[in-house]
């Protein structure tokens, strides 16, 4: 009786106090499995466009709790990369700055760009396409990678002001890395 009241309470203690089952969920898109954690917190996605959405919420009260969308449309939809890229530098005022990079990722080439600079921000509900009046929003800043895949490639987008989107660049780039970890 002692012996089996030891294993049950060893067992709840193994499960309840975990950090890993605790502290970390998934999210599968595509043939991707992303893994997050505090302080990512899943929402419901906005719009049907959107696999995913996330907002990371910064302890430092001074810096804005900062968004993060995925997109998927499947085999052959959403454009190639560079139409993604050219897209994406164009929801900035004039030419942001800006950078491209290839990283190797489980055998795939993921590209990740970076840009900053005055922002255009559309109403919110509104499509960057949709022709709603835009608000200027300078100093902010954007990460992006495109995971690509046969099954279709995978964008993921965080855009917000610079200071809030650098502190949380690390929380990104782990997120982005996360499917070739396990």
Aim: proline letters at 5%.
């Amino acid at each position: 009786m002692k012996a089996s009241l030891a294993l049950i309470a060893a067992t709840f203690l193994a499960t309840s106090f975990s950090p890993l089952r605790a502290e970390e969920d998934s999210i599968k898109v595509s043939e991707f499995t992303f893994s997050y954690g505090k302080p990512w917190i899943r929402q419901q996605a906005a719009s049907s466009m959107r696999a995913g959405q996330f907002l990371y919420d910064h302890a430092d009260e001074s810096l804005t709790d900062t968004e993060m969308v995925i997109f998927f449309f499947g085999a052959g939809g959403g454009g190639g990369v560079q139409a993604n890229i050219q897209r994406w530098l164009g929801q900035f005022e004039g030419t942001p700055e800006s950078k491209m990079e290839e990283k190797e990722m489980g055998g795939k080439k993921v590209v990740f760009l970076t840009a900053k600079g005055t922002y255009m921000e559309t109403m919110a509900g509104a499509g960057p396409f949709s022709g709603a009046p835009k608000t200027p929003k300078p100093d902010y800043l954007m990460l992006a990678a495109i995971l690509p895949s046969e099954q279709g490639d995978v964008f993921i987008k965080v855009t917000g002001p610079a200071k809030s989107v650098e502190a949380m660049r690390e929380a990104f780039d782990a997120f982005v890395a996360s499917p070739f970890k396990q």
